[in-house]
């Protein structure tokens, strides 16, 4: 038996479940280093060599996936990062705007 990994109640075979993946990339904004921060970047290369390659693979890319409840679902949706105070009003679904994160 599954059970939802945000509130742990069961979730029996063939009952209705999500599956929200979450990938995280590192990101580059097109800004490439100045001579100082090269120097920099050259001590970081060096001590990259004797890292674990999983945990800098991991520095890089990572995904998880989560399974949820219905219940889970919405909340995630509502307050994807949990930045919401308790009392703030919803937020934009699809359609009416603003329906979260921005990619650049």
């Given amino acids: 038996m599954t ?4 509130c742990g109640v069961d979730l029996a075979a063939g009952s209705l ?4 993946t979450v990938n995280v990339t590192a ?6 280093p100045t001579q100082v921060e090269l120097e920099d970047l050259e001590a ?3 001590q990259l060599d004797s890292e674990d390659p999983a945990k800098a693979e991991n520095d890089v890319y ?3 996936g989560y399974v949820l409840c219905p219940a889970c679902k919405a909340a995630f949706l509502a307050d994807p990062l949990g930045t919401r105070a308790p009392g703030d009003g919803p937020r934009p679904g699809p359609g009416d705007g603003d329906a ?3 990619v650049h």
């Avoid at 479940?17 to 929200?20: A, D, F, I, T």
């Avoid at 990101?27 to 490439?32: I, K, P, Y």
């Fill in 3 to 6: 059970s939802c990994n945000r």
């Fill in 17 to 20: 479940k999500y599956l929200v």
């Fill in 27 to 32: 990101d580059f904004d097109g800004v490439l």
């Fill in 44 to 46: 970081f290369m060096r």
């Fill in 62 to 64: 990572l995904s998880r």
């Fill in 100 to 102: 979260g994160g921005k």
